[in-house]
């Protein structure tokens, strides 16, 4: 197994374009497919449980850097057009500021902004609009209409290659985007250190985030790394680390959530789920790690349905393939759900469960169709705050 993804070192966009080497992830689900147990096991040996009833170490893989699912998708790299430091293009003419070059987006506009820092924010109206950051490019302390430093009117709008940090509001929910039109996606931006990531209005269509990067994102429990209310929420290809003043990494009130192929992980930071679904309907994860850190301030590592349940909408959780570091001092729950969880259906399969026993462990068919190890070493991997290379 290769668990040598270390998360503490500086961050550029070039970071943010994964590699192709879906190592001990993808090597859990080749295994599956061939009958296996859905561990990491290649050899006969027995997993340990996790309750002292086995005792076996697993054997980690032996060739761990071997790509075994060729059939993932490229990374995209666009071929962004060539844009002097500190220059906005809009459709081939070059502006010096912020101001002007919005004013000339129309429909279908493709905006790519030059190297360096920004202190200008952009309010996008039109529909079909890209906007492309070159290698550099970082919007730092801005936010324009008390919201954020991108306000998205516009519908299917795309924002790619841009970094964002230092956003504040007086209502402590300053975000990198606003997503106020339907059907966006975020595509290899950086979001960091601010008040939010990304927050979207009731009835904004879907949000798509891929291949990007949110870090110590978080206000007060209120502001968060992503706060959907979309229609739909699909992540993929994603890290989301470090949420903190007990934000959550991903919060999300949309109908239908997809993650899949990402790293959610709380490391040092005192976030509080990894994942809350408030309203319920279809919450999928799948392909993933997950990591509840010691010093989160939530028990539950995802939530569901906690905050009312929406009425006329499918109510299921499907956790699949995923692996889930339990590390939190005082105790662990994976699925926290309401008093009244008769109509959700709950299928949690074929994940690795690392660390201190939980406390649902014995819900859900789990011990039966999941493989439980004691600790990180059971597992193969280093101290902490090391996360196994999914190849992301």
């Known amino acids: 197994m290769n668990t040598h993804t270390q998360l503490v070192q500086p961050v550029t966009l070039s970071f943010l374009r994964p590699r ?62 060539d844009v002097a430091d500190g220059m906005i293009m809009v459709d081939g003419t070059v502006y010096k500021d912020m101001a002007s070059a919005q004013a000339a987006i129309q429909p279908g506009s493709l905006v790519v902004i030059g190297a360096g820092t920004y202190k200008q924010g952009l309010h996008i109206t039109q529909d079909n609009v890209t906007v492309q950051g070159s290698e550099g490019t970082h919007f730092s302390g801005v936010a ?13 709008v795309t924002i790619e290659g841009i970094e964002c940090s230092g956003v504040s509001v007086p209502d402590q929910n300053g975000a990198c985007v606003r997503q106020q039109g339907k ?16 927050l979207s209005s009731s009835g904004s269509g879907k949000l798509t985030i891929e291949y990007s990067l949110f870090e110590r994102l978080g206000k007060a429990g209120r502001a968060h790394a992503v706060y959907s209310n979309n229609d739909a929420l699909e992540i993929r290809y994603s890290k989301f680390y470090s949420s903190k003043d007990q934000g959550h990494e991903i919060k999300s009130r949309a109908p239908y959530t997809l993650i899949e192929y990402s790293e959610i992980a709380s490391l040092s930071g005192v976030d509080s789920r990894l994942v809350d679904v408030a309203n319920g309907g279809q919450l999928i994860i799948r392909d993933s790690v997950l990591e509840q850190g010691p010093k989160t301030s939530n028990y539950q590592l995802i939530g569901f349905g906690l905050e009312g349940m929406k009425s006329g909408v499918t109510q299921s959780v499907q956790l699949e393939n995923n692996i889930v570091l339990m590390e939190r001092q005082n105790g662990n729950v994976l699925l926290g759900l309401p008093s009244d969880s008769s109509g959700i259906s709950v299928s949690i399969t074929g994940n690795d469960f690392v660390g201190s026993k939980f406390n649902d462990q014995d819900l859900y068919n789990i011990k039966a169709n999941n493989t439980l190890y004691s600790d990180r070493s059971s597992f193969g991997l280093g101290p902490f705050p090391e996360l196994p290379n999914i190849g992301i």
Do not use: M
Not at 32 to 60: F, H, K, L, M, R
Not at 146 to 154: I, L, Q
């Open 144 to 156: 324009i209409q008390g919201k954020a430093t991108f306000v998205v009117d516009g519908d299917a």
């Open 20 to 81: 192709l080497r879906w190592s001990a992830l993808l090597l859990t689900l080749s295994l599956a497919a061939c009958g296996g147990s859905g561990g990491s096991d290649s050899s006969s040996s027995i997993p340990d449980s996790g309750d002292g009833n086995n005792g076996g170490i697993v054997t980690p893989p032996t060739d761990p850097d071997t790509p075994v699912n060729p059939d993932l998708p490229d990374v995209p790299d666009p071929d962004v057009p």
């Open 183 to 198: 059907d966006l996606t975020l595509s290899r931006v950086y979001f960091h250190d601010s008040e939010q990531g990304i």
